[in-house]
């Protein structure tokens, strides 16, 4: 079963934007990380943040993580149309097992 | 590198039939992991190695499912008999696994249609 949640299901933005998204999951974690699907092709790996960690950057992307609310966010800034894809977040807790949240359709457009 | 590699991109088999998906990791990475993804549930992990050994096989829905790891370069999911509901893609991640901190690096998946 899907340990996360994330929110929203479904973005629709314009280029240029910033984009948004949450995820909360249920358990201790050593990480959080983020991913993203293209349609029809399989999950890339963008970010990691450790457990001990608030914020992280990787060029327009930007990752916070709330261990006391258990939740995360992921921030695109200046969004591009080739941003558009499913993205999820993934917590990697004991037993090195990493669950996946649900999934955010983020779509971009020109 | 060619990243993960697992064949067939696609498969469609008829009901009852064997079915057997490859997966090949990433050199040097020490972990393996089988996950599903369909609409409904989403991505469940299957069944994950390290080393070649299984560690986890708590997601493996029945006995009709099974997985191998005879070496550090190859790992298959087979399926047998293959139900209907089995229809889903089956992806293969790996990952070199360091202090705890690590992503995986998943294959492009096998998308099975079972009718």
């Known amino acids: 079963s899907q340990q996360g949640e994330e929110d929203p299901q479904a973005l629709s933005i314009q280029e240029g934007e910033n984009a948004t998204m949450n995820c909360s999951y249920k358990t201790s974690i050593n990480n959080l990380q983020w991913y993203r699907q293209n349609s029809g092709r399989g999950l890339v790996h963008l970010i990691l943040?450790?457990?001990?960690?608030r914020e992280k950057h990787s060029g327009r992307l930007r990752v916070t993580l709330d261990t006391s609310k258990k939740s995360s966010s992921l921030l695109i800034t200046a969004s591009r149309a080739a941003d558009t894809a499913s993205y999820f977040c993934a917590s990697l807790g004991g037993g090195n097992k990493l669950t996946f949240g649900t999934g955010t359709q983020l779509k971009v457009e020109l | 590198d060619a990243g993960v590699i697992q064949s067939p991109r696609h498969e469609v088999t008829e009901m009852g039939q064997e079915v057997t998906l490859r997966c090949k990791p990433i050199s040097g990475h020490n972990s393996l992991f089988w996950y599903r993804q369909t609409m409904m549930r989403g991505l469940e992990l299957l069944i994950y190695f390290n080393n070649n050994v299984p560690i986890d096989d708590s997601g493996m829905p029945e006995d009709r499912f099974s997985a191998k790891m005879p070496n550090a370069s190859f790992s298959t999911l087979k399926i047998q008999p293959s139900e209907p509901r089995d229809s889903a893609v089956y992806f293969c991640a790996s990952s070199l696994v360091i202090q705890g901190n690590y992503g995986y690096t998943f294959g492009s998946g096998t998308r099975l249609t079972v009718v």
């Open positions: 943040i450790r457990s001990n960690e």
